[in-house]
């Protein structure tokens, strides 16, 4: 497939948002963004605006639900729908067309202005908040707006209707209303412009099972349709008009990838036992019900982290003690007779002061350092004790372990213990039945909690590392600020230190050590980790088979000559390199 064009090849890059590679023909999505006039009211007209607003709202109210209809009818399942259920709950909410009145008349502007004004300072309410989910929110609020804009200015909706047979879909963003024609075209893959791993594309594209790039700087710029593409969703490449010898690579590399596939295949009900017969536990992290359909073929043995935050950001309120005791039995069913952990909800310090109402802390300057995990839940009772009191009923329906956040002192553990016995007697009150104790873990990802592992090991039954934020509070670099991507070392000397020492903590303690950070989901580290002596691993279910896989192929002995290397570094991406190095000796 040889690029007849004259322009050179381009390459860009983006987030892996999922897994697989192809190359095929490129179709752009092209959308204008709409723009309403601003322009100042007579008082006599208020009334006016306030009616266009509303006709607008019903009118975007009936299409959301037409589309969930067409969509439901398709087939189409909860992740198809979650997010126009977000959308329809967000058009429907009463302070959308409260607060948008109230601007149109208090400031007296007209409608499309009132809305942006509205919207601008919901999204900002979102962007503050340090949780890669709830940013994704802020990306909803644009796409309402634009529905609604669409509807006061008469546009019709713009849709992605006849997308070519295996063509690579690119766009700035690709909106729910488009999953209609998604559900039912044969897409090669998905590239967009904006996005996140968590944004709605990205989800589409990984139950399909189909590749995709997201979060590609200048992409639909550089693409027309009718271009040659190779997306790679392994790497986030995405390579524009490809030369004869990339394509040639390309092909050699697909067809290296399905043989590694098939193998991964074989391995997978085979149990994760190294070449010198250590076992290993491979477990998976878990944000949603809907998640449990890839945890049954990926061979998971248990539910090493289940993300409980989500099923409060997902929900149109905040689940009650039963809600939630529904879903952690129905994990714990369709887990049986594996173990599941229920970490307690891990929210951010911008969430509980929405809640609690604008006051002098309503804009920390720290979000991250701020009222998080367990300090949110320890000062908001009635949020964590619907909680602790729906896991302990849990118990009931099989092997469930609670997990508490962002730990960072042994005071905060305490305060989970008195209030955890305090909900257990009154159930005990309240005649439900309540077994003895569950176990009961903490998340180490504070380097405060790290360095007192002997202290902490001596107050639970296990730890769960949490290497996504230990390196970020270690590092003391904003995870979610790109720019400082470098700062991101899961192998510097200051955080290989604190694995061994936290692992060694663990095992002189005779608790458990499980860790539940992306690093343990990357098979590059997986022989550093053994050799630091981590014999239990959480991570998405998809990358289980390649963990098993190398799990499989290694000898403790030779993983703690890595974990040696490793220690005795002096530079985070040189032990990186020597890793990778090692890497591809082992699997050339
Ligand atoms: C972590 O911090 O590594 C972790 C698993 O928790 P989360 O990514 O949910 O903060
Ligand atoms: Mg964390």
Redesign the pocket.
């Known amino acids: 497939m040889s690029t007849a064009t004259t322009q050179p090849a381009l390459e860009l890059r983006g987030i892996a948002a999922s897994p697989g590679i192809t190359s095929g023909k490129a179709f752009l999505v092209d959308r204008a963004r709409l723009e309403g006039r601003q322009f100042v009211l007579e008082p006599g007209e208020v009334g006016g605006e306030i009616r266009r607003l509303e006709r607008a709202l019903d009118r975007s109210r009936n299409q959301v639900q037409a589309l969930l209809r067409r969509i439901e009818a398709l087939g189409g399942g909860a992740e198809h729908t979650g997010i126009l259920e977000v959308h329809l709950m967000m058009i429907e909410d009463p302070e959308l067309v409260e607060g948008v009145s109230r601007r149109i008349r208090d400031r007296l502007i007209n409608v499309e202005w009132a809305l942006k004004v509205f919207l601008g300072e919901l999204k900002e309410s979102f962007s503050r908040i340090d949780d890669e989910y709830l940013k994704e929110r802020g990306n909803d609020v644009d796409q309402v707006g634009q529905r609604i804009l669409q509807n006061l200015l008469g546009h019709r909706e713009s849709t992605i209707a006849h997308v070519p047979h295996r063509s690579i879909v690119v766009a700035r963003e690709l909106l729910p209303s488009d999953t209609i024609h998604l559900l039912k075209g044969n897409i090669g893959g998905f590239a967009t412009e904006l996005g996140t791993r968590t944004s709605h594309v990205a989800i589409i594209a990984r139950s399909m099972q189909v590749p995709a790039v997201v979060g590609v700087d200048g992409l639909t710029r550089a693409v027309s349709t009718g271009d040659t593409l190779i997306l790679d969703g392994e790497t986030g490449r995405v390579v524009l008009r490809p030369s004869d010898v990339q394509l040639k690579e390309h092909r050699n590399r697909r067809r290296r990838l399905r043989r590694k596939q098939k193998v991964l295949e074989e391995d997978r009900h085979l149990p994760a036992i190294t070449r010198d017969g250590t076992r290993v536990s491979l477990l998976a ?1 878990v944000d949603r019900l809907d998640d449990l359909d890839a945890l049954e073929a990926s061979g998971a043995e248990g539910i090493g ?1 289940y ?1 409980s935050e989500y099923l409060f950001l997902d929900g149109k309120r905040i689940p009650g003690e039963d809600e939630q005791l529904d879903t952690y039995c129905e994990l714990l069913r369709r887990m049986a007779p594996h173990p599941v952990i229920i970490r307690t909800l ?1 929210i951010g310090a911008d969430k509980a002061l929405l809640e609690e109402g604008a006051g002098r802390h309503s804009r920390p300057n720290n979000p991250a350092l701020g009222l998080r995990g367990i300090r949110y839940t320890l000062r908001h009772p009635r949020l964590f004790e619907p909680q602790l009191r729906a896991v302990l009923r849990a118990a009931a329906c099989g092997p469930v372990e609670l997990l508490i ?1 962002m730990v960072s002192c042994i005071e905060e553990i305490r305060s989970v213990k008195e209030t955890l016995n305090r909900c257990r007697i009154e159930l005990e009150a309240d005649e439900f039945p309540v077994v003895s104790r569950i176990p009961l873990g903490i ?1 180490i ?1 504070t380097p405060a909690a790290a360095l007192i592992g002997p202290t902490l090991a001596r107050e639970v039954d296990f730890f769960s590392i ?5 390196i970020h509070y270690t590092m003391a670099a904003d995870r979610t600020d790109d720019r400082l991507a470098y700062l991101y070392q899961p192998v510097h000397p200051a955080i290989v230190r604190l694995f061994a020492e936290v692992i060694q903590a663990a095992r002189q303690a005779g608790i458990d050590v499980n860790m ?3 690093i343990a989901g990357e098979p590059l580290y997986t022989p550093l980790l053994l050799g630091l002596g981590l014999r239990s691993f959480s991570m998405s279910p998809m990358a289980i088979p390649r963990i098993k896989y190398v799990v499989r192929r290694i000898n403790v002995a030779d993983a703690e000559a890595v974990a040696k290397v490793a220690l005795a570094g002096t530079s985070g991406p040189e032990v990186h390199e020597w890793l990778l190095e090692h890497h591809r000796r082992l699997f050339p």
């Open positions: 992290n982290l993300r891990d956040p998340m990802e949490g290497t996504n934020d230990l539940c950070g992306e």
